[in-house]
């Protein structure tokens, strides 16, 4: 396990206000604003749910009745393997939304389980089908979600089918600088929000392999790591581990 003196990094940067970061990014903020625009007191159409760590937002096979954005703190998805087992196909941070997988068949294809105290916006499918159907630009927003959603699923399938240990956990940290910085946060000095085994079930390696491939690029001075916050050194570096391979 990496291992560094406690310390602040330095010039830590100044964050945004949680709340404020994820109503601006959010993917579902455009039907939520409609929907409290048009349904006022309507608290079953748009509400918020708090989450403790490791509950669970939804289960796999179960019936889907809304769409979830996080509001605050992080969550993972995970797919039901044989013999118990399940693997990481998602990291959800703040403006993130939950059930797109579910929205042809309205049942949930994955569990959803808080990583940490958070919270999350609830919009009720069937407030979301009947905003869709008179707003153009509503429905609009949700398909081009759903195409995000279908591309992200691309882009892991090629991660964990073409590339090299030291690749997979490259594009992970380039992610999540991209992620973090479209929120309004640093793009050098962010959390990487999972423990090393969740992160090797997304990526498809063992948590001694994460750690090996984090302990390399430590040493090579591209990053520096305390606990789960990375600072990244040398951002390009860390894409020419890439190579030619496209990043979205």
Known sequence: MIHFMKMAFAAEVARPVAGQVSCAAC????????????????????HQRRLQPGERLFEAGTPQSALYAVHAGFLKTCRPLQAGTSQVVGLHIMGDVLGLDGIS????????????????????????????????????????LLSEHVARAGDQFVTLGS?????????FLLDMSDRWAARGYSATI????????????????????????LSDFRDLRWLRVDGRRVEL???????????????R
Do not use: W
Request: aromatic share 2%; with cysteine; proline share 1%.
């Open 190 to 213: 962010f959390d990487l929000c999972m423990t090393r085994k969740d992160i090797g079930s997304y990526l498809g390696l063992t948590f001694e392999t994460v750690s090996r491939m």
């Open 27 to 46: 993917g579902l903020g455009q039907l939520c604003r409609a929907e409290t625009q048009d349904g006022g007191s309507d608290t079953s159409s748009v």
């Open 233 to 247: 050194l040398d951002r390009a570096a860390i894409e020419r581990t890439l190579g030619t391979i496209p990043r």
């Open 163 to 171: 590339l090299s240990a030291q690749q997979r956990v490259a594009a």
């Open 105 to 144: 068949s309205r049942v949930h294809a994955t569990d959803a389980v808080a990583l940490t105290s958070g919270e999350v916006c609830v919009i009720a499918l069937v407030h979301a089908d009947r905003l869709m159907e008179r707003d153009h630009t509503s429905g609009a927003r949700l398909r081009a």
